[in-house]
């Protein structure tokens, strides 16, 4: 047996009786098919970050799909490229860049996940990712086909007119469904952007995103102070959105980015000295104001592996802890009033927000199992989590009751990040999850598709 966990919360330990890694999806349909004769069940990991349990099953074997990184086909005309579910967003920016040496305009990304980049192509399928893109719906959106190998070692191409019900489950679908080994993406011509930051409040920030939106902005979003004993706590932020300028503006050779350390140090600070650490942050994107970048290379970003190693020694920690994501969604005109009640929640709860920050995202109406169900704000707050019995019951309080007040204002959440939602709560914003999990057992009758969140869900829509 394989001791496996994720890297950001690494409360998900897992013992999985083997590790695979196919470079080939031919490998990938021998090994489903080694796995029927076996009567074994497979789990599907990638990047290793997601915080669910979607990526590991107690004694399943666990397909690590990192080694399907092949580009393939890119057709200029159209502004698509066909990757493996397995590559990285620096590796398939990299390849486009590659690719296109001497073009003007280049084709890129359209977003990404913000906060890592060692996270796959198929791991956001999976999850039915989204960036910071103010008037963009999820990936899905983004995806032109995929191939996916089912529990029968079946290869089903799969686009909105071929195998379109499959590609419904899968978009959004947890790794339930099949191993997806290739993905036909679509692109966007890459701009020039220039950032504007501003500090203001979160009553301010819906009338001024849609201000800049008519400017032409494409990206955004608003990063809230997290000190708890401030009036300022989810309330004041930095703004910032990037909007497209003359592609005859010069880059600038040199940069004011934070970089690996400067990271640290803010991490540092938002443990210790969440009085000051606002400030800081500030500070520096207020000296960004005005920077270029690119549309496809801004959207990348430092992750620092086992940064809370050194913040417990830091603090004192008396256990170890890490961070728990969790991820909000409210009808836009509620945004100032659910922030208000999030932060009564907090304080009451003597909860402690690592980081936060607001988003926006346009309605998706092709996953079966839609989470931005409506033009949603979207609040992802970060806990600081002690790895302890009481300090994780903590956190799972904590973000249960954010769940409730998301669906008072009508609102929805993530499922990414954990498996503390009540079943009422799942029910309220996934109404159709009861047939989503229905059809799962329909399309994999012998369970050969399995994680820790399916068993943990599967088991709780069983009860009366």
């Given amino acids: 047996m394989i001791l496996c966990n994720d890297i950001h919360s690494k409360l998900n330990p897992t013992r999985v009786l083997e590790v695979l890694q196919p470079t080939t999806e031919a490998a990938v349909v021998e090994a489903v098919r080694q796995a029927a004769r076996q009567g074994i069940s497979i789990s599907i990991c990638g990047g290793r970050h997601a915080m669910g349990g979607q990526q590991f099953g107690e004694s399943t074997l666990l397909l690590d799909l990192t080694g399907l990184d092949a580009v393939g086909e890119m057709d200029r005309v159209n502004g698509t490229i066909e990757a493996g579910a397995g590559i990285r967003w620096p590796q398939l920016i990299d390849a486009l860049h590659a690719r296109q040496i001497g073009d003007d305009p280049m084709w890129g990304i ?176 207020l000296g960004t104001h005005g920077s270029l970048y690119w549309s496809d290379t801004h959207q990348l970003s430092v992750y620092l592996n086992d940064y809370h190693d050194q913040i417990d020694r830091d603090c004192g920690s008396e256990v170890s802890a890490s961070e728990m994501i969790s991820e909000l969604y409210v009808p836009r005109e509620h945004l100032e009033a659910f922030l208000t009640a999030a932060a009564k929640v907090l304080r009451q709860m003597e909860v402690v927000v690592i980081y936060g920050t607001v988003r926006l995202i346009q309605r998706d109406e092709e996953s079966f199992l839609p989470w931005a169900s409506e033009d949603f704000a979207c609040i992802i707050f970060n806990l600081h989590t002690e790895h302890s019995m009481d300090g994780i019951a903590k956190s799972a309080d904590a973000f249960r009751a954010l769940i409730d007040l998301a669906l008072r204002f009508g609102g929805s959440y993530f499922l990414t990040y954990h498996r503390w939602a009540r079943r009422d709560q799942i029910e309220l914003a996934y109404p159709m999850f009861r047939r989503f999990l229905e059809l799962k057992e329909a399309r994999d009758p012998e369970g050969r598709f399995q994680s820790e969140w399916w068993r943990h869900h599967r088991d709780l829509f069983l009860q009366p």
Avoid at 115 to 132: F, V
Avoid at 240 to 260: F, I, K, Q, T
Avoid at 275 to 280: E, G, L, P, W
Wanted: net charge negative; with cysteine.
């Fill in 110 to 285: 359209r977003q990404k996940q913000t906060g890592a980049d060692d996270l796959t192509l198929g791991g956001a399928l999976a999850a039915n990712i989204h960036g910071r893109g103010l008037l963009m719906k999820p990936i899905i959106d983004d995806v032109e086909a995929f191939t996916l190998v089912n529990a029968g070692g079946e290869i089903l191409r799969c686009s909105r007119t071929e195998n379109a019900e499959w590609f419904r489950l899968a978009m959004g679908g947890y790794g339930c469904f099949g191993v997806i080994t290739s993905v036909c993406l679509r692109l966007s011509r890459r701009v020039k952007l220039e950032r504007r930051v501003e500090i203001i409040t979160v009553d301010r920030f819906l009338p001024l995103v849609e201000k800049r939106i008519e400017e032409g902005a494409l990206y955004g979003d608003f990063q809230f102070s997290i000190d708890e004993h401030s009036p300022d706590f989810l309330k004041r932020g930095v703004f910032s959105c990037y909007l497209p300028v003359g592609e005859d503006r010069p880059m600038s050779e040199s940069r004011n980015e934070l970089v690996a350390d400067d990271w640290r140090e803010l991490i540092r600070m938002a443990h210790c000295d969440r009085a000051k650490v606002f400030d800081r942050y500030a500070s520096f994107y």
